[in-house]
């Protein structure tokens, strides 16, 4: 395409360039002038992606130099612990930076704090559901267990919590506790792992008198197609679970016996749910399939440390996990106020944010994987400001072109069909030219409430257009501007969802007629 030419009742427009290969060491300000140079005109602004600028800067960093810098700066010795806080969902964005530290602990341990229960930029880490029943039961537990001193009758109470914990992780789904949610007839109500409805009888000892019981509810349940009987034995810290009709029709079932030894301590932690605690239940992410629990300790084990995962909406609970040699803030958006917390809550090892990794201006922030297999990371351009304000010069010599220079990463863009804003990069504008540093927010008066506004007051459709054109829409008594924006953020989320992810193969964006308030 040479030229590049709208009809005069165009409003804003972003078309994509398609251009070749662009590889390390190329001279992407020539590249990028050339590519505009026939149908750019004076006010354009001509958006590249931080991949290509990146990649024609030579910009990488290997696993194995990212982990002698984490050394340095955290101080740590070999068999060291760190503590990774908050860090993004994502093959591509994070599992090297994973790697890095896990190499730098030099056969130490990872653990990785995961909020419940989605990153910062919305991927899920762990199923919704069965995390806030999880939590609520476990605080139940909690105030159960605080309360048993002058109640010892509360051990009735307790024990159908612990086998309602016990069930979900085996895969039940627990949709009520009669005496603690007041709803249902069974002590348990569940979905079982194939989907039907099962009510629960808890007991202590007598097995066959829960089981009778059970059948017996099950017939005044019509959507129950199954009936469980369970013992729960507090002092073994184990259950035993049969299918209620088969044990009172077949004398030769064995109950099936489920140990919680293992997870009681975890049980007794309201606020954290543990790695132990999944048990069968697999959370894959809904829309990749990864399950970031397993890619993330098998890359830490890879690294030849440990691993572990630990879900809590409390970064501080990484102390209960043993002595920590250093923290390592993960979060793009909320690392200054992570850190700040961490200092302020007196830590005594060293503190560093994803930033502080990895060269300047924003260590691995935004960085993508070049070789997974190699251990090899992409980073931001470097000097993006500059390398902007070099490819627009670029432009105006040889097209005589004054235009502005964006260069864009991720979009701010939440996707409603997904949750997941992919915002994995420190801001959407990574570099931008002179002229658009001193763009402010795009605001403005709400063209559609002036125009309700003025019809209902009796103006014409002339008398409006006119009110519009002189800007005297002072008659709109209520004052509802647009929502502000940064125009630069505007701007590069536009580009980059014209320029795509994928294999569109248009690294190049220009966007015409969008009008800058200083």
Partial sequence: MDNFNLPKNTGVAAIGLKIGLIVPNDDIASITADAVK?????????????????????????????????????????GSTVAMISPIASRNRFALILKAIAMATRGGKVIVQFPIPFDEVGNEVINEEFAIIRLKLKKTLQSLLEARGNTPMLNVLIREIIAALKLQEIGYHIISIRKITGKGIADLTVKMPDGRIAVVEVTFFDLKKAARKAVGIQQDVPEAEKALAIAVNLEHHNLTIVD???????????????????????????????????????????????????????????????????????PFKIYDMGYIDGVCIGAVHDREKLREEFLSFGAMVPVITIQDVGPAPWGVIGSNVSDFKGGVLKLLPEDPDGTAERIKDKIYEMSGRNVEVLIFGDGAYKDPDTGIYELADPHPAIGVSSGLKSAGLRSGTKLKLVVDTLHRQGYSKEEIRAQIEKKQDDVVTEDLGTTPRSATSIIATLADLVAGSADAGTPIVLVRGFKLSK
């Fill in 38 to 78: 026939d149908m750019a005109v004076d006010g354009d602004i001509i958006c590249i992606t931080e991949a290509v600028v990146a990649r024609s800067q030579n910009r990488y960093v290997s696993c194995s130099e990212l982990a002698e810098e984490v050394r340095q700066k955290l101080n740590l010795k070999p």
């Fill in 244 to 314: 209620a009709n088969e044990y009172l029709e077949q004398t030769e079932v064995e109950p099936e016996t489920l140990d919680f030894s293992e997870q009681l301590d975890s049980y007794y932690e309201p606020d954290v749910i543990f790695s132990n605690e999944r048990g069968n239940n697999i959370f894959t992410h809904p829309i990749t399939n990864v399950d970031y629990q397993d890619l993330y300790v098998s890359t830490i084990e890879e690294a030849g440390a440990r691993g572990e995962i630990i879900y809590t909406n409390n």
